[in-house]
C-alpha cells in the first residue's frame, strides 16, 4: 500500500469521526439548552424538516426547538451512523435515533413522548469545519409519556 493511499484513507475516517463529533453536539446542545451554539452546527442555508415543519438556517432551527421545548428536560440519543463521504467536502448519514421528551402538565402543554425513528442529513465542510446541510427526522414510532407538575422537579419528582 502506498502512502497516498494511507493518507487518503486516514483523511476519510478522520472526516468520519468529525461528522459524529458534530452529531454528538447536535444532541448535547439540544439537551443542554444551548441554543446559540446548536445554530452554529448548521450552514447558513441548512434545511431542516421535523414533523412537518420545515426551518432553513440553524438560527431558525434553534428558535424553533428552543420555542417548543423550552425548559423541559429531554433526552436525545443517536446511533450506529452509516456516513458516506460524497467528495471532499460533501457527505451524506443516516441516524438511527431516540428522543425523549416530557413537558410541565399545564393548560395546553403538548404530550411528552419517547420516539424512535432515523436522521437522514448531509453534511458540508464549511472554512474546514464539517456542518450539517440538511437534516429529515422520521419517526417511526412514538410512545406517550406522563407529563410532570410544574411544582416539582422533573427528575427526581420532589
Same mark, same amino acid.
Given at each position: 500500500? @502506498?502512502?497516498?493511499?494511507?493518507? @487518503? &484513507?486516514?483523511? *476519510?475516517?478522520?472526516?468520519?469521526?468529525?461528522?459524529?463529533?458534530? *452529531?454528538? &453536539?447536535?444532541?448535547?446542545?439540544?439537551?443542554?439548552?444551548?441554543?446559540?451554539?446548536?445554530?452554529?452546527?448548521?450552514?447558513?442555508?441548512?434545511?431542516?424538516? =421535523?414533523?412537518?415543519?420545515?426551518?432553513?438556517?440553524?438560527? $431558525?432551527? $434553534?428558535?424553533?426547538?428552543?420555542? !417548543? =421545548?423550552?425548559?423541559?428536560?429531554? !433526552?436525545?440519543?443517536?446511533?450506529?451512523?452509516?456516513?458516506?463521504?460524497?467528495?471532499?467536502? +460533501?457527505?451524506?448519514? =443516516?441516524?438511527?435515533?431516540?428522543?425523549?421528551?416530557?413537558?410541565? $402538565?399545564?393548560?395546553? $402543554?403538548?404530550?411528552?413522548?419517547?420516539?424512535?425513528?432515523?436522521?437522514?442529513?448531509?453534511?458540508?465542510?464549511?472554512?474546514? !469545519?464539517? *456542518?450539517?446541510?440538511?437534516? !429529515?427526522?422520521?419517526?417511526? &414510532?412514538?410512545?406517550?409519556?406522563?407529563?410532570?407538575?410544574? +411544582?416539582?422537579?422533573?427528575?427526581?419528582? *420532589?
Amino acid at each position: 500500500m @502506498q502512502i497516498t493511499e494511507l493518507e @487518503q &484513507r486516514y483523511h *476519510k475516517l478522520e472526516d468520519v469521526e468529525e461528522i459524529k463529533e458534530l *452529531k454528538a &453536539r447536535y444532541f448535547r446542545f439540544i439537551d443542554e439548552k444551548k441554543w446559540s451554539e446548536f445554530a452554529e452546527l448548521f450552514t447558513p442555508d441548512a434545511k431542516i424538516e =421535523i414533523d412537518g415543519n420545515v426551518f432553513t438556517g440553524g438560527e $431558525a432551527f $434553534a428558535n424553533g426547538a428552543g420555542a !417548543v =421545548i423550552g425548559a423541559a428536560p429531554t !433526552v436525545h440519543h443517536g446511533h450506529m451512523p452509516e456516513i458516506d463521504l460524497i467528495d471532499m467536502d +460533501n457527505a451524506k448519514g =443516516i441516524w438511527a435515533m431516540e428522543d425523549m421528551l416530557t413537558y410541565p $402538565a399545564t393548560k395546553d $402543554a403538548p404530550p411528552g413522548h419517547d420516539g424512535y425513528g432515523s436522521y437522514r442529513e448531509t453534511y458540508k465542510r464549511v472554512n474546514g !469545519v464539517w *456542518k450539517i446541510n440538511s437534516l !429529515v427526522l422520521t419517526r417511526f &414510532r412514538m410512545d406517550p409519556l406522563a407529563n410532570w407538575d410544574p +411544582n416539582t422537579n422533573p427528575v427526581t419528582g *420532589k
